[in-house]
């Protein structure tokens, strides 16, 4: 399945490049260009696939990562899905607001929930609309912001989640 979307997605770029893009009078017309180029292949291919029912905090604890290479969380006891967690100074609620600000401040990301001490956002992926979802969990006790970032859907995300993660943390910070 995933070779038929890259080249699908291969042939559409070549016809758009071929056709598409006729020299533009202005650049009002290059960007209006460009963003049809980039919002047509997301409806086409949009592959968000379903929202989790089963995300939150549940004794202290967000769910654990699956056994793909996907997904990273703080609260993860193997290597390969470990995390470091975000770290705050301050009062919890300030850190918290703080931290909505950044989320908010990435491209193509909601914020789903926001009650007491758990944010839950979803980001999604410019080109192909992966949808990943987002956790944080702020334990006031150890002063720490727990987080879990996986994909929806797939076996590896290329370092996604994590990359995020570290910036969300740059600035953060």
Known sequence: MSR???????????????????PAASAHTITNSLNSAIATPMA???????????????????LACPTSPNCVSSQSDDLEHKIAPLTYKGEPAKALEDLKAVILSMPRTKIITAEGNYIYAEFTSALMGYVDDVEF??????GIIEVRSASRLGES???????R?????????
């Open 4 to 22: 038929i979307v890259v080249i699908a997605a291969s042939l559409y770029f070549v016809a758009l490049a071929y056709v598409g893009f006729v």
């Open 44 to 62: 086409l291919f949009s592959f968000s696939g379903k929202r989790p029912s089963n995300l939150g905090v549940n004794d202290g604890k967000l």
């Open 165 to 173: 993660v570290e910036a969300i943390r740059d600035q953060f910070t």
């Open 137 to 142: 969990y702020l334990n006031a006790e150890q």
């Open 157 to 163: 995300d290329l370092g996604v989640n994590r990359k």
